[in-house]
C-alpha cells in the first residue's frame, strides 16, 4: 500500500524524535489512525479521556523532558477541547505541537457539520499555524511545526483536511518553482550576551551589599552556577513556582517560593535587600518585588522578550542562565562580609519551624499542611510532585520541601485548574522509574481528574515503579476563590458558587482498580503516605481537609486583613472558625518564642 499523508507525517515526527502522541480519536482524523495503528507503536498514541487532558499532557510531557510534546484531535469540537491545555503551555512557554482533523478540502464553506474555522481559532495560541491544503505541504508543515516550538518555546498547530489525510504522500516535492526542501533537527544554541554587558551586570552586583536572587524555571538545569553565584554574593535565593524544582530545599540559604503562595523568608528577602538578580523568570507579581526604585537590579533571560517588564534593570543579559552565571562568576567578588547572608540563613531556618508548627495546628478533620508536611519525610528521591490550582497550590509552594534529583511543576502562568493529575500522568509515561505524586483540589478532581484515573488505569501495567499518588485534598469547597473572595473581594463565602458535592475519591479509584485511601484523623496521615508509597498499583489519597485553614501569604498586607476582617463582619457562614483558624497561624509565625 501507498504510503499517505497521515503515515508520512508520523514518520517525520518520529524523525525528530517524537513517540509518543496524546490524544482522541474522531472522523477528522481518520487517516491518522489508521496510520498510527500502521505504525505499531513509535509514535505510540496515548489515548485521554478529554482533548484538554492530551493537550496538558503534551505540556506536561516538554515540561518534564525538555521535549516537544505533542497532541492530536479530530475536526470541530475535539479541536476546540484542546485549547485550554495549549495555552497552558504557551504561556508556561513550553514547545507543543498540536495537530487537528478538518473537514474536506471540498466542503469547507458550507456550514458543514463540525466545520470550524480553525486557523482563526488557533491564531492566537499559536505562534504558527497552517492548513495542509496539498501532499507536498506536508514536510515543510511539519518540520516548521516542531522547529518553531523548539526555538520560540511554544505552541504550533497543523490542521489537516481528512481528504488530505488520505492521500498519497509526497516525500520529496518535484523540483519545479514553488517546491520547498526542508530538513529534519534543531539544537539549541549557546546563547551568551555580550562581556561589557557582563561587566556592568558584575559591576551591579559586586556594589550590593545585600543581594536577593529570585530564580524561575530558566534555572532548571542550571543549581551548580546558581549557589556558586549565591556564595560568591553571599546572597540569599527565591523561587518561583515554575523554578520550584531549580533547587532543593534543603540549602539553608534558599528562602522557598515567592509571592502569594509564598514564604516569609522569601518576602523578607525581597524587602531587606539592596540588589536584586533575577535569573529566567517572569514572576508576575511586582509587589512582592522591592518598590521600584529602592534597589538596583540585573536581570538574565534567554528570551529577549521577558527582559525589564516586572522591575526595571541596569544590566539585561540575554542568555543561558548557567552559561551566563558561568561567564560572571569570574567577574563577581566573593563579598567578605556575611553578615547578610547570615540573616537569610537565619530566616530561613525560623521559616521552616514556622511550617512545622503552622502544620501541626489543630484542624477539623486533617490540617491539609499536615498532609504536605508529613509527604516530606516519606517522599522517595527521583520523585515528581505536581499540583493542581488551588489551595494546595500553596500548600505545594510553601511545605514541600524538594531535595536533590526531584522534579515538580505547576500552571505557572495561565494557573488553571485540571493540569495536576494530566501532568503526573505525562511525567509516568516519561519516567516510569520514577515515583510520581499529584495534589489536587477536590473540584479539580471532579472537573477532570476523576475521569482522567481511567488513563492511569489504562497504563499503569506499563509502569516499572508502581509508586503514583494522586492526593486529594476533600475540603467541600472551591477553597482557594473562596479565600480570595474573602482576602481581595472583602466578601463573604458565597456558598452557591463555592460548595461542592462530597465525592467518595478513594472509592471512586478502587471502583476503576486503583487502590484508595481515605484519611480522616490526623494522626492517620503518616501511614496513609507509608501505604500508598508501599502500594503495588497507583493511589488515591483521600484527605478529608479543613476548609477554614487559610492558605494564607506570610504577609497578610493591611488591606488583604481589612477586607477579611470586613467579610466576617458581613456574616461570612464560617466566620466563627475561620477567625480562630487564621489568628492562631498568624500568631504561630509572629510570635517570637512560640
Ligand atoms: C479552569 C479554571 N476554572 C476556574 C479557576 C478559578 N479557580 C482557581 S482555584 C479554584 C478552586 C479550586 O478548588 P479545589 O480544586 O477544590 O481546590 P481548593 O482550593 O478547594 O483546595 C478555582 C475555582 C481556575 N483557576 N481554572
Ligand atoms: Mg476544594
Excluded at 481528512?162 to 546563547?191: C, I, M, T, W
Excluded at 475540603?475 to 452557591?496: C, F, H, I, M, S
Amino acid at each position: 500500500m501507498a504510503q499517505l499523508v497521515a503515515d508520512f507525517v508520523l514518520g517525520r515526527l518520529r524523525e525528530w524524535g517524537i513517540h509518543r502522541i496524546f490524544g482522541y480519536p474522531g472522523d477528522g482524523i481518520n487517516a491518522f489512525l489508521g496510520a498510527l495503528d500502521r505504525a505499531d507503536g513509535d509514535p505510540e498514541l496515548i489515548q485521554v479521556r478529554h482533548e484538554e487532558a492530551s493537550a496538558f499532557m503534551a505540556c506536561g510531557h516538554a515540561k518534564l523532558t525538555g521535549e516537544v510534546g505533542v497532541c492530536l484531535a479530530t475536526s470541530g469540537p475535539g479541536a476546540i477541547h484542546l485549547l485550554n491545555g495549549l495555552y497552558d503551555a504557551k504561556l508556561d512557554h513550553q514547545p507543543v505541537v498540536a495537530i487537528v482533523g478538518q473537514q474536506k478540502r471540498m466542503s469547507l464553506g458550507g456550514h458543514y457539520q463540525q466545520e470550524v474555522e480553525l486557523t482563526s481559532l488557533f491564531e492566537d495560541v499559536s505562534e504558527y499555524v497552517q492548513v495542509c491544503m496539498e501532499p507536498a505541504q506536508a514536510r515543510h508543515l511539519v518540520d516548521r511545526a516542531v522547529r518553531i516550538a523548539l526555538a520560540e518555546r511554544t505552541v504550533t498547530t497543523l490542521v489537516f483536511p481528512n481528504d488530505v489525510q488520505e492521500e498519497e504522500a509526497v516525500a520529496s516535492p518535484p523540483r519545479k518553482h514553488g517546491a520547498l526542501f526542508s530538513s529534519v533537527g534543531y539544537a539549541a544554541p549557546r546563547v551568551l550576551p555580550h562581556q561589557d554587558e557582563l561587566e556592568r551586570a558584575a559591576a551591579v552586583l559586586n556594589e550590593g551589599e545585600r543581594v536577593a536572587m529570585l530564580v524561575g524555571q530558566g534555572a532548571l538545569g542550571a543549581a551548580r552556577e546558581v549557589v556558586e553565584v549565591a556564595d560568591t554574593l553571599g546572597a540569599g535565593v527565591a523561587k518561583a513556582l515554575l523554578g520550584r524544582a531549580a533547587l532543593p530545599d534543603d540549602l539553608p540559604f534558599v528562602t522557598g517560593s515567592i509571592g502569594l503562595l509564598g514564604t516569609r523568608a522569601s518576602y523578607e528577602l525581597m524587602r531587606d535587600c539592596d540588589t536584586l538578580l533575577m535569573v529566567g523568570s517572569s514572576f508576575p507579581y511586582a509587589e512582592w518585588l522591592p518598590p521600584e526604585g529602592t534597589v538596583r537590579g540585573v536581570q538574565v533571560d534567554l528570551d529577549g522578550r521577558m527582559l525589564g517588564i516586572r522591575y526595571p534593570m541596569e544590566a539585561s543579559l540575554v542568555g543561558d542562565a548557567a552559561e551566563t552565571l558561568r561567564a560572571l562568576l569570574p567577574l563577581l567578588r566573593r563579598k567578605q562580609e556575611r553578615g547578610w547572608r547570615e540573616r537569610v540563613e537565619r530566616s530561613v531556618a525560623d521559616w521552616w519551624r514556622v511550617v512545622e508548627e503552622q502544620a501541626m495546628l489543630e484542624a477539623s478533620p486533617v490540617n491539609p499542611q499536615r498532609v504536605v508536611w508529613e509527604l516530606n519525610a516519606h517522599l522517595p528521591d527521583g520523585a515528581v510532585v505536581t499540583a493542581d490550582s488551588g489551595s494546595s497550590t500553596n500548600w505545594w509552594a510553601r511545605q514541600l520541601r524538594l531535595r536533590e534529583g526531584m522534579s515538580a511543576s505547576v500552571s505557572g502562568t495561565l494557573a488553571t485548574m485540571g493540569c495536576a493529575v494530566p501532568y503526573a500522568i505525562a511525567a509516568k509515561l516519561a519516567h516510569p522509574d520514577r515515583p510520581v505524586v499529584a495534589f489536587v483540589g477536590d473540584g479539580a478532581f471532579q472537573m477532570n481528574g476523576m475521569n482522567e484515573l481511567l488513563t492511569v488505569e489504562k497504563y499503569r501495567a506499563r509502569w516499572s515503579d508502581p509508586r503514583f499518588v494522586i492526593c486529594v485534598f476533600v475540603n467541600g469547597d472551591l477553597n482557594q476563590v473562596t479565600w480570595e473572595q474573602r482576602a481581595l473581594a472583602g466578601d463573604p463565602k458565597y456558598p452557591a458558587s463555592q460548595e461542592i458535592p462530597y465525592l467518595p475519591a478513594a472509592r471512586f479509584a478502587e471502583l476503576v482498580g486503583l487502590n484508595g485511601i481515605k484519611v480522616e484523623r490526623p494522626e492517620d496521615v503518616r501511614t496513609a503516605w507509608e501505604e500508598a508509597l508501599a502500594s503495588d498499583r497507583p493511589t488515591v489519597l483521600e484527605a478529608l481537609v479543613d476548609p477554614d485553614v487559610p492558605p494564607l501569604p506570610p504577609h497578610v498586607s493591611f488591606e488583604q486583613a481589612t477586607n477579611m476582617a470586613a467579610a466576617l463582619v458581613k456574616g461570612d457562614p464560617d466566620r466563627g472558625d475561620v477567625f480562630e483558624k487564621s489568628l492562631r497561624a498568624k500568631l504561630v509565625e509572629l510570635l517570637p518564642g512560640r
